[in-house]
């Protein structure tokens, strides 16, 4: 057996501090590391105004994921913040759902300017172009806008973080939809920053809106471990024992053993079996601070139950539909590029249908194939001319 992976010094620490150790507690895993490889390839490689969507189901792990790339993003910058105290590394802020109708941008606007920590939010004005010596006391959205984008394009921030955007896309209508796409897209324009879109599932619908976010945007889904793949259990059952190695008890549990309860229990996603394995800990250290370690009826009080676990599988398993290419779609794009014929409504496939085309040579002949003749040979400089 492995050893322990918790500082030895914690047996006799407070219950307090056993359950902070483990609520900080970071274990890396594949899909983890795949995410978060690939969102700092984005941002520090991908083009100035792109759109960057991360999204998956809930209790993935995305806030994690997220508060690793804002630590990386720091200490990459370091010496460059310290030489300009003007600079931000990052600017992140959550979107809040609307109360009625559309998605409220000044109230967006409003709260990503304080995490910018702006002074005088309340008393921005916006120049007129007509007259730039009359300052006019602008009490709607557009000069909060102008603030954010000078925020973004003085500031140079590595990266626009929007948390929970998926309620960006709650509207009332398509049209608003569009112009909600068409709003992040001209502030990503305007300032060269990426902008970051956290959130679940939903956001694919703003990805596939149209044209510019399909070009703009990039893709990365922050997964959960399948059942019906032997891969995603293997990784699974070492994030579970990596857990349980850092539980800081005298006696180490026994949660492999039991490896499909726990996976039932969080259809396969880290960031929900972290926060069940924290709040056992938390309460069980609380309710007797000499606990000296935890047994499976322990977890079950804290389980989720199996009808919210099977709410929890159904949004996923959508999202995670929305994502697959059916060979139908792949061949619905060939018909539409004219590289596949339909003929009296049967599917033709890429190959079958260059059969067809060979055959339907004048002579029956295969495209490229010449006619039987006989080669003169020996020809003169004289009798090529």
């Known amino acids: 057996m492995m050893e322990r992976l918790f500082p030895e010094e914690l047996l006799n620490s407070t219950p307090a501090e056993k359950s902070n150790y483990f609520k900080m507690l970071t274990v890396s895993h594949p899909a983890f590391e795949e ?25 993935a792990g995305k806030s994690t994921l997220i508060k690793k790339v804002k630590e990386k993003i720091i200490k990459d910058n370091l010496s460059v913040l310290d030489k300009d105290k003007g600079l931000i590394p990052y600017l992140a802020v959550e979107s809040v759902p609307p109360d009625s109708g559309s998605f409220d941008w000044k109230d967006f606007y409003y709260r990503a300017l304080i995490e910018a920590n702006e002074q005088l939010i309340d008393y921005k ?18 000069a909060l806008r102008r603030s954010l984008e000078n925020v973004l394009i003085y500031r140079k921030p590595k990266a626009f973080i929007i948390d929970e955007a998926q309620h960006i896309t709650m509207t009332i209508s398509g049209r608003n939809l569009r112009n909600q796409v068409n709003i992040l897209k001209s502030l ?13 599932y939903d956001l694919l ?12 945007g990039t893709d990365i889904e922050l997964r959960r471990y399948q059942a019906n793949n032997q891969s995603d259990i293997e990784s699974f059952i070492n994030v579970l024992l990596a857990f349980q190695k850092h539980l800081p008890l005298e006696l180490e549990p026994n949660l492999i053993d039991y490896w499909d309860y726990f996976y039932s229990r969080t259809i396969g996603c880290v ?12 309460s ?21 139950s199996s009808e919210r676990c099977m709410k929890l599988l159904t949004e996923a398993s959508y999202g995670e539909s929305k994502l697959k290419v059916s060979d139908a779609a792949d061949l619905e794009l060939y018909q539409k590029l004219g590289l596949v014929q339909i003929e009296q409504e049967n599917e033709v496939t890429v190959d079958e249908n260059v059969k067809k085309r060979n055959k339907s040579n004048k002579k029956g002949r295969p495209v490229g194939q010449r006619k039987p003749k006989r080669d003169q040979v020996g020809n003169t400089m004289a009798d090529a001319q």
């Open 35 to 59: 995410a978060y490889n690939d969102l700092l390839d984005r941002i520090y490689r991908g083009t100035e105004n792109s759109i960057i969507l991360v999204y998956g189901p809930t209790g």
């Open 188 to 200: 990503g324009n305007i300032t060269k920053v990426p902008i970051i879109l956290t959130g679940t």
């Open 205 to 216: 619908a703003y990805r596939d809106l149209n044209g510019q976010t399909i070009r703009r």
């Open 125 to 142: 004005i916006l120049l007129e172009n007509k007259n730039m010596d009359k300052k006019v006391k602008d009490e709607n959205r557009s």
């Open 284 to 304: 069980s250290l609380r309710a007797n601070p000499l606990t000296k370690t935890l047994e499976l009826t322990d977890f079950k009080r804290y389980e989720l």
């Open 271 to 282: 960031g929900i079996l972290k926060d069940w394995l924290y709040l056992t800990l938390q």
